[in-house]
C-alpha cells in the first residue's frame, strides 16, 4: 500500500486546492501517471502517483482545500490491472486483460467517472462547471479537439435541459442560486478562486506596507510605429516572430534600471537589496486572473528573443501551464492595460518590488510640435514606485529615459 501526498510546491506555497481528480477508487494507476489537478495560489500542478497500482481510496473532495505533505489517497500496490478479475473463472481472459478492458468492465457509475477523467477542458471551466453544478461530460463544445471552455458551461447551462447533477455538485450549485436579498433584489453567489483570493490578498498587503506613488508621462509613439512598420515583415521572417512594442519598452526599462538602480529593488527588513539582474515580469491576463511570467536576463537578450520570451510565457498562461519557477524572482514589472482599452489607469505594485511600468491604449491626439500643432500616436505611461526608497526625481528620471528612447529607438541600440 502506498500513500499519495501533496507533494512539496513552492518555497512560499503550502496548501492548494482539489481541483479535479483524475482516477476514482478502482481505477488502475501506472508509476508516474497523474491521478489529481491541484490548483495551487499562482498555477495548476498535477500530481502523480510514486507507485503503479490500484485506487482504492480518496481523502480528499474536489473543492476541499489540502496542505503539501498531506495524504490524499491511497494505492495498493499488490494488484495489477488484471487483478481484480477472478482468475479461476477466465484465467485466459484474464490474462489478455487490457487497462482499457478493465475500464470497460467497471461498474456504470465508476466506468461514468473514468469516462468524465478523461473530459478534455481547461482549469477554468473545470471550475466554472463545478461551482455550477454542472457535469462536463453533458457539456457540448465547438472546439474542433473537443475542448470544454467556459463558453461552453454557459451555453450547456442555459440550454432548456436540466444540467445533471453529482453529489459533490450539488452543494455549489445551491451556494451559487440566485437569493433574494437588499429588498427582495436577486443577486448571486459565487466561491472566489483559490488565485483571486490570493490576487485580492496580495494587492492589499502591497498597499498596506508600501509607500506607493505614481508619477506620469505621455510618449509620442511616431517614430517606433514607423519603424516597427519598416521592419516587421522582414523581422518577421527572420526570426519567426512578431516585433511588437513590448520588447521596446522592455529594453527601454533595462536601459533605465542600470541608470537608476533603486528601482530595481526590494526593502527586506531594515536593508535595502539592490539587484544586479534584469528579470522583469510581463502581465498577462487569464480567465481565472492576472499572472505576471518573468522573462530571465533581458539585458542580455535581443528584441527577437525577449518578443519571444514574452510570446512563449503568454501561451503557456492562457493554456495554464506555466511552472511555479515562471512566476518567482522578477525584479520589475510590465503592464499593458492597453490592450483592453484603457486611457489611464494606477498600476500597483507587484509583490516585494519596488517599481511597475503601466502602459496604456495609443491615441491620436492633437500635441504642439514646435509652433504647430500636429496629430500624433500618443501613450500615457505611468510609473509606480515604492516612496520609501524611491524618491520622486529618481522616479520622474527614469519614466522621462524610457519615454526618450521610446521616442528614440535608434538610440536603444546604444543604451540598451
Given at each position: 500500500m502506498a500513500e499519495i501526498r501533496v507533494p512539496e510546491l513552492a518555497e512560499s506555497i503550502t496548501e492548494?486546492?482539489?481541483?479535479?481528480?483524475?482516477?476514482?477508487?478502482?481505477?488502475?494507476?501506472?508509476?508516474?501517471?497523474?491521478?489529481?489537478?491541484?490548483?495551487?495560489?499562482?498555477?495548476?500542478?498535477?500530481?502523480?502517483?510514486?507507485?503503479?497500482g490500484t485506487i482504492t481510496e480518496l481523502q480528499a473532495a474536489e473543492g476541499d482545500t489540502v496542505e503539501v505533505g498531506q495524504v490524499i489517497a491511497v494505492v495498493e500496490t499488490s494488484g495489477s490491472p488484471s487483478a481484480s478479475a477472478p482468475k479461476e473463472e477466465a484465467p485466459v481472459q484474464a490474462e489478455a486483460k487490457s487497462k482499457e478492458d478493465i475500464v470497460k468492465e467497471e461498474p456504470a457509475q465508476p466506468k461514468e467517472e473514468a469516462a468524465g477523467s478523461r473530459t478534455i477542458a481547461s482549469p477554468a471551466a473545470r471550475k466554472h462547471a463545478r461551482e455550477k453544478g454542472i457535469d462536463l461530460n453533458a457539456v457540448k463544445t465547438a472546439d474542433p479537439l473537443g475542448r470544454v471552455r467556459v463558453q461552453d458551461i454557459d451555453a450547456h447551462q442555459n440550454a432548456p435541459a436540466a444540467p445533471r447533477k453529482s453529489p459533490q455538485q450539488a452543494a455549489p450549485q445551491k451556494a451559487a442560486a440566485p437569493k433574494a436579498q437588499d429588498g427582495g433584489k436577486p443577486v448571486e453567489r459565487e466561491r472566489m478562486s483559490r488565485r483571486r483570493q490570493t490576487i485580492a490578498k496580495r494587492l492589499v498587503e502591497v498597499q498596506q506596507t508600501a509607500a506607493m506613488l505614481t508619477t506620469f508621462n505621455e510618449i509620442d509613439m511616431t517614430n517606433i510605429m514607423d519603424l516597427r512598420k519598416r521592419k516587421k515583415d522582414k523581422f518577421f521572417d527572420d526570426h519567426d516572430v512578431r516585433l511588437g512594442f513590448m520588447s521596446f519598452f522592455t529594453k527601454a526599462v533595462v536601459a533605465a534600471l542600470k541608470k537608476y538602480p533603486y528601482v530595481n529593488a526590494e526593502i527586506d527588513g531594515d536593508e535595502v537589496v539592490l539587484k544586479k539582474f534584469y528579470d522583469i515580469g510581463v502581465a498577462v491576463s487569464t480567465e481565472e486572473g492576472l499572472v505576471v511570467p518573468v522573462v530571465r536576463d533581458c539585458d542580455r537578450k535581443n528584441f527577437a528573443e525577449i518578443e519571444g520570451s514574452i510570446m512563449d510565457m503568454a501561451v503557456k498562461a492562457r493554456d495554464n501551464k506555466l511552472a511555479l519557477a515562471d512566476l518567482q524572482g522578477g525584479s520589475f514589472t510590465i503592464t499593458n492595460g492597453g490592450v483592453f482599452g484603457s486611457l489611464l489607469s494606477t498600476p500597483i505594485l507587484n509583490g516585494s518590488q519596488v517599481g511597475i511600468l503601466g502602459m496604456h491604449t495609443i491615441q491620436r491626439r492633437p500635441i504642439?510640435?514646435?509652433?504647430?500643432?500636429?496629430?500624433?500616436?500618443?501613450?500615457?505611461?505611468?510609473?509606480?514606485?515604492?516612496?520609501?526608497?524611491?524618491?520622486?526625481?529618481?522616479?520622474?528620471?527614469?519614466?522621462?529615459?524610457?519615454?526618450e528612447l521610446i521616442e528614440n529607438p535608434e538610440d536603444l541600440l546604444l543604451e540598451g
Open positions: 492548494g486546492t482539489i481541483a479535479q481528480w483524475l482516477k476514482q477508487p478502482g481505477d488502475y494507476v501506472e508509476k508516474g501517471e497523474y491521478i489529481v489537478e491541484l490548483e495551487t495560489d499562482k498555477v495548476n500542478v498535477e500530481v502523480i502517483s510514486e507507485e503503479a504642439a510640435v514646435g509652433d504647430a500643432v500636429e496629430i500624433r500616436p500618443m501613450m500615457y505611461v505611468a510609473l509606480s514606485y515604492d516612496h520609501r526608497i524611491i524618491d520622486g526625481k529618481e522616479a520622474v528620471g527614469f519614466l522621462k529615459m524610457v519615454k
